[in-house]
């Protein structure tokens, strides 16, 4: 393949403009959540960009190992955090019968 | 010659006797907080009081013999220095320096003192504060030695302020009545204008001559008086201590709180504002003598600031009907007659005239004590009367004082406030008018001193029969008031007068410590200026007709009652205000000074403090208030808001880096 | 031919992206996430990265979006009947704007940031076994990333215990019935 490697740069970018307006956006507490994962997924995407920028440039083609390593550190993160943010999700629910964000405001100061 | 560390002893007595009588005082404090009796505890502190001094002034006998065992140009004993301050380059010692001059002042100091604590053991009886009393007394003992014993002007300036300090305590010492303590006040802020002054000369001095060991002035002035650079420098620092001489010896224009001071306890009155503190001044001037001979415009505004005064203080005593008011404007007037003295080069007659004054004035106290004692605090003379068949005993002193002070022939006062007007008369020149001024003044001295008696001890009794039943007073009172009057009387042999060839025992006794000025006036003038024996006969006789003229004239005209001061009041009225107001000084500062200062002060509390100031103060919290509101408005708990923020903030952090390209 | 299939892709992750964003129904979104993530993944493989491709479909797919699906279902928020497919209602909140400019802002940034990157080097074979193999993994992973990789695994740990705890029902105590042994 040979496509530049800005182009999936900017395809991360893009993703990450996505999931940044839906974080912002969505008031469904879930849909949110997912926008979290849209914006990781972007991350993920230009940890590999970076390693294979390091194989386009290196003299064998060897990739950095550290762009996939990052990228599994990653997943594994994104999966704690849906998993803790949809447990948080539930008890709310049982408490306000909703996951509108904004019935979320009692830290108001 | 610096080991000898027992002078240490010489203040340290009365400074125990201070602590222990403050102990005392406070442990009175506890008891009757219990409702228990704590009367033991009072005698003790008089006893404890009246033996620190009598300690004090068996040292200062002490030292009068060893000096006087020494050859007479060696006559200094120092104690070993503290070091107080360590600067670089001009390091300050505190050490004690025991020589003519400074021997002289401890005896007064402690001889008087010691006579004027027993009188108050009996004058402060049954009074609530007795023990405090007798700590104010002995702390200011204490100071009074520290100024006259110092080695340097720093250790004197300590003294000096002490003194100052126990003055305000005991004047205001009833401060419960209201009056006293603003006369404290008074007192102590004149005071502190005059300090400031000292604290310039100071200041000047050390500049100018790099020392302030007051033996390492005194040597070093001739030479630099004779530098046409420094001379002027030096002239101002003397003017500049003369100033604070001035505040604290009550000359014009500092002098209107000494007849406030009036309002402190009649012990108080006669060893603070008659026998020492008052004399801190002479002593000062007469202890830097060469600092003031070097310069003799400096020399002759001494004597006229000392000659005025004691026109104008005398002048105010004529017509006061307070017996201690009479006093105190009597004292003023004195102090400027040896202030008179030192301007016009008579050092020795200055300190005779300190002496004598001390002891007349300090009796003339207590005798009026005595009075206002059997009296039952009564103050004013037109309600007193026919008293000498009553009080024999203060009568018969009183007129020992009376005597010495108007200078009535062979007194002590005699001999030296004739002392003085001869010294100012051979100087010639201005100094005549000084001298008739002088004149003028003792004339006036006689008439008043012989109206107050007049009026206090003769003629027909005005007092309420009923209620006021005039007594003798105990002798623990009157014991004193026989010593005083005796030294009264018979003081003037320590300065007879040169023509009558016999020795003048102050005089030579001074001798080394005024030499070094002596010596300036001399150079300057070519020999030392001398009225012929014939001259000096005139001038002595001449006073003695002046003292009893105006005696007679002021017992004759008062002798039956305040039908004199009557008369005066209605004949000149304005006349009459004017001198029982002293010259209006006071009004004078009331109105330009002190108002126009409460006024600025009130504007400052108001407009600067509370607008400014609180404003300021107030404003920043009401501010950070304000601001935390705001900024609590942000806080929604709308985590999607939140999200905005970081977004945005995420945002302007991108933008920012790819601008900078990094 | 590579090159198509990653613009295909590409656009494909784009548009399930947006689907994401802009459907009403939950279950909607995370059907179009899940064709989002089929694309990276497609992506991922074309680009060389065959074991990470694997990981997402597994993890990313396989578990995560289950995860997000079991919990719609478990309460019950996919309501199908008359929804408007897209969510209208929410640009109509004073944020939006906002929110859609700072989003734009950050693309913007990165595409200029981006333009730079124009080179077209030519990683013309890729290897048979990929560019992340196994044993390249293994290599970093276990060795200078060890203490990372554990502490990764005390997070997973952590995460299941609060998990349970958070999303325990929490029975309120009895009248009656002291038994001190329950929670």
């Keep these: 393949m040979t496509v530049p490697n800005g182009h999936l740069l900017l395809l991360a970018a893009a993703l990450f403009a996505v999931g940044v307006a839906g974080f912002l956006l969505r008031r469904n507490v879930i849909v949110v959540l997912m926008s979290i994962e849209l914006m990781l997924n972007a991350a993920n995407l230009s940890f590999l960009a970076g390693s294979r920028m390091h194989a386009l440039s290196s003299p064998g083609g060897i990739p950095d190992p550290q762009g996939p390593v990052f990228a599994i550190f990653v997943i594994v993160v994104a999966a704690v955090e849906a998993a803790v943010g949809l447990a948080l999700v539930i008890a709310m629910y049982r408490h306000k019968r909703s996951v509108s964000l904004d019935e979320l405001g009692e830290l108001k100061g | ?662 | 031919m590579e090159n198509l299939l990653f613009y295909v892709m590409a656009a494909g992750a784009v548009a399930g992206a947006l689907g994401v964003v802009l459907a009403r129904n939950p279950i909607a979104s995370v059907l179009a996430l899940l064709a989002c993530f089929f694309c990276l993944a497609t992506i991922y493989l074309v680009a060389g990265f065959q074991l990470l491709a694997a990981a997402q479909i597994l993890v990313y797919a396989g578990a995560i979006l289950v995860l997000f699906l079991f919990v719609i279902m478990l309460l019950n928020l996919g309501q199908a009947g008359p929804l408007p497919k897209v969510d209208r209602e929410m640009f109509r909140r004073r944020r939006s704007t906002l929110s859609i400019a700072v989003a734009a802002a950050l693309l913007l940034a990165a595409a200029i940031a981006v333009s730079g990157f124009r080179e077209v080097t030519a990683l013309a074979a890729l290897p048979v076994h990929g560019l992340d193999t196994p044993a390249m993994l293994a290599a970093t992973l276990f060795r200078r990333y060890a203490l990372p990789f554990e502490a990764i695994s005390l997070l997973l740990l952590a995460t299941a215990v609060a998990v349970v705890v958070l999303a325990k029902r929490s029975r309120a105590p009895q009248a009656g019935s002291r038994d001190g042994d329950e929670a």
């Design chain 2, 1 to 662: 010659m610096h080991d000898h560390a027992w002078l240490w002893l010489l203040p340290a007595a009365p400074l125990l006797g201070s602590a222990i009588c403050g102990v005392l005082h406070f442990r009175t404090l506890a008891a009757r907080r219990k409702d228990a009796g704590a009367e033991g505890s009072g005698r003790l502190a008089a006893t404890i009081a009246v033996l620190a001094m009598a300690a004090a002034l068996g040292l200062s006998l002490l030292g009068l013999r060893t000096l006087s065992g020494m050859p007479a140009e060696e006559r200094v004993l120092q104690s070993p220095a503290w070091s107080w301050i360590r600067t670089g380059e001009f390091p300050i010692d505190l050490a004690l320096v025991l020589d003519p001059l400074s021997s002289v002042m401890t005896l007064v100091i402690t001889g008087v003192g010691l006579l004027i604590h027993i009188y108050a053991t009996g004058y402060m009886k049954g009074d609530r504060g007795y023990a405090k009393f007798f700590a104010y007394m002995n702390l200011f003992v204490f100071a009074m030695l520290l100024l006259v014993l110092s080695s340097s002007l720093p250790g004197l300036f300590i003294g000096w302020e002490g003194v100052g300090l126990c003055s305000y305590l005991l004047i205001g010492f009833w401060y419960e009545k209201g009056w006293p303590a603003e006369a404290g006040q008074k007192a102590f802020v004149m005071n502190r204008v005059g300090d400031a002054c000292f604290l310039l000369g100071t200041f000047l001095l050390a500049k100018t001559l790099g020392t302030l060991d007051i033996g390492a002035i005194v040597a070093a002035v001739p030479g630099a008086a004779s530098v046409p650079a420094l001379s002027s420098r030096l002239a101002l620092a003397g003017l500049l201590l003369f100033a604070g001489a001035c505040g604290k010896s009550a000359q014009i224009p500092l002098f209107t709180w000494l007849p406030d001071a009036m309002a402190g306890p009649t012990p108080v009155s006669a060893l603070i504002h008659a026998a020492t503190m008052v004399t801190a001044g002479v002593y000062l001037l007469a202890r830097l003598n060469p600092l003031y001979a070097a310069s003799p415009g400096l020399m002759l505004f001494v004597a006229s600031v000392g000659a005025v005064t004691a026109l104008v203080a005398g002048s105010s005593a004529l017509l006061q009907r307070d017996i201690k008011k009479v006093l105190a404007y009597s004292t003023v007037s004195q102090l400027g007659y040896m202030f008179l003295a030192l301007g016009s080069g008579a050092f020795a007659a200055a300190i005779f005239h300190l002496v004598t004054h001390a002891f007349f004035k300090a009796l003339l106290f207590l005798g009026a004590g005595s009075v206002i004692h059997g009296l039952h605090d009564e103050q004013d003379m037109h309600r007193m009367g026919g008293l000498a068949r009553r009080m024999p005993h203060t009568f018969a002193t009183f007129l020992a004082g009376a005597a010495a002070l108007s200078g009535l022939p062979l007194t002590s006062g005699f001999f030296s406030k004739d002392e003085i007007l001869s010294a100012a008369c051979a100087n010639g020149g201005a100094y005549w008018v000084l001298w008739v001024v002088g004149l003028l003044t003792a004339a006036l001295t006689a008439f008043y001193t012989w109206r107050m008696v007049a009026l206090t001890f003769f003629g027909r009794e005005r007092f309420d029969p009923e209620r006021v039943h005039p007594h003798e007073s105990p002798s623990v009172m009157t014991a004193p008031l026989w010593i005083l009057s005796v030294l009264a009387v018979l003081g003037g042999a320590l300065g007879l007068p040169a023509v009558s060839r016999l020795p003048h025992l102050i005089g030579r006794w001074l001798a080394p410590v005024i030499e070094p000025g002596l010596r300036l006036i001399a150079a300057r003038q070519g020999g030392a200026e001398h009225l012929s024996a014939g001259i000096e006969w005139s001038l002595l006789g001449l006073g003695a007709l002046i003292a009893l003229v105006f005696a007679h004239k002021g017992f004759r005209a008062c002798d039956d009652g305040p039908a004199f001061d009557e008369a005066v009041a209605r004949a000149q009225p304005l006349l009459a205000r004017f001198l029982d107001d002293a010259w209006g000084f006071d009004r004078f500062y009331q109105r330009w000074i002190v108002q126009p200062l409460v006024l600025a002060g009130f504007a400052i509390a108001v407009v600067v403090d509370q607008f400014a100031i609180d404003g300021l103060v107030d404003g920043a919290g009401t501010l950070a208030r304000r601001l935390g509101a705001r900024a609590r408005s942000m806080a929604t708990g709308q985590i999607a808001a939140y999200g905005l923020w970081m977004g945005a903030a995420a945002a302007l952090i991108a933008i920012f880096f790819l601008l900078r390209g990094t």
